[in-house]
């Protein structure tokens, strides 16, 4: 057991402690915690919070392990990303996935998933904010136009207000099924 402890302090490894049953293993009224979760440094700082847990032993002499991890947020407040149904309908969507997922990464199996993940989600993320921006902002901005269309229509009835009344009018329902998908 010193050889062990001994290995664990010579490459630094770090024990970060568990809750549940202080054993992992009981037969014949021998109890032993032999099962243990040991995590490096670079995982510490990778994963703000390791929790371990030992679960009862229902089955089989031995109890699970629960690890659950925090990852570390490198964001600065960035809310999560969202995927919005109202983008399937948008004509330029499809390519532009198609698009982003066709190029190559220098990886292969889940690290090249993940890779295409996270930047499929950075260019999504600026697609929606220059094609769509706010939605409910964009609502209430079309909502004073429509209103400022009726006014500048009450003062000229001109057939091209009243073309403008509709083309707002038009925007509006546009933008409120986006908001209802949303």
Request: hydrophobic share 35%; with cysteine.
């Amino acid at each position: 057991m010193v050889d062990f402890a001994e290995a664990i302090e010579d490459c630094r490894i770090l024990d970060p402690g568990f809750d549940g049953s202080e054993f992992t293993w009981a037969k014949n009224g021998l109890f032993e915690r032999l099962d243990r979760i040991l995590v490096n440094e670079r995982w510490a700082q990778t994963l703000e919070t390791t929790r371990v847990t030992n679960l009862p032993r229902i089955a089989s002499d031995h109890g699970p392990v629960l690890v659950r991890c925090k990852v570390t947020s490198n964001n600065s407040g960035d809310r999560p990303f969202r995927f919005q149904n109202m983008w399937v309908r948008h004509e330029g969507f499809e390519d532009l996935v198609r698009g982003d997922w066709s190029q190559p990464t220098e990886s292969g199996g889940l690290l090249n998933f993940q890779i295409k993940l996270a930047r499929l989600k950075r260019i999504l993320k600026v697609w929606n904010k220059e094609t769509f921006g706010n939605i409910h902002n964009n609502l209430r901005d079309m909502e004073v136009k429509i209103a400022l269309a009726q006014s500048d229509f009450e003062e000229r009835p001109t057939p091209e207000n009243r073309t403008e009344i509709n083309r707002c009018i038009a925007e509006y329902i546009r933008l409120f099924k986006m908001e209802e998908v949303f």
